[in-house]
């Protein structure tokens, strides 16, 4: 059926690369730190990760759902929020953030 408007194609997902912080990685075994998935929005590629290595995103992600205020997503070198969309190719790194005196 081409172009049925009655039955919207869901948005489609892209494959993307994240790159992963090696502490975390270290906390889920099997994970790796250079990760590609097909996803459309960060929100997936939370939801991916817990698929992948269970709970992993209550790492990532607090209940609200937000991601956690230590932890940073870039996606082109901007700062991502969940509700981000993500680009076929796109480079994305989660970054933990370092505190200390």
Not at 20 to 37: A, I, K, Q
Not at 73 to 89: K, Q
């Amino acid at each position: 059926m081409p172009n049925d408007t009655r039955h919207p194609r869901p948005a489609q997902a892209v494959a993307i690369t994240v790159r992963l912080p090696g502490v975390l990685v270290d906390l889920f075994p099997g994970s790796t730190r250079s990760v590609e998935m097909s996803v459309s929005t960060v929100h997936e590629m939370m939801d991916e990760f817990d698929r992948r290595w269970p709970g992993m995103r209550d790492r990532l992600c607090d209940s609200t759902p937000a991601i956690r205020k230590h932890i940073n997503v870039f996606i082109d070198g901007e700062r991502a929020r969940l509700d981000t969309p993500v680009e076929p190719r796109t480079k994305v790194f989660v970054i933990m953030a370092i505190s200390g005196g």
